[in-house]
């Protein structure tokens, strides 16, 4: 069972652009991979900008 996490900075995405995004991902795995949509589980995870560094700088 492929399980997939997502993390995405805020702002948030609206709930219309997150069923897209699990549609999709889910459509990708399927029809790529061979998978049963049925068994793909996407989780979409909120991050704080403050929680995330680049080059060693918050």
Not at 17 to 28: F, H
Request: negative net charge; glycine residues 6%; charged residues 30%.
């Amino acid at each position: 069972m492929p399980l997939v996490t997502i993390k995405l900075a805020k702002p948030e995405l609206d709930k219309a652009q997150k069923e897209q995004l699990i549609a999709d991902i889910t459509e990708l795995l399927s029809t790529k991979y061979g998978k049963a949509k049925e068994r793909i589980v996407v989780c979409l995870e909120s991050i704080e900008p403050s929680d995330i560094g680049f080059g060693g700088i918050e």
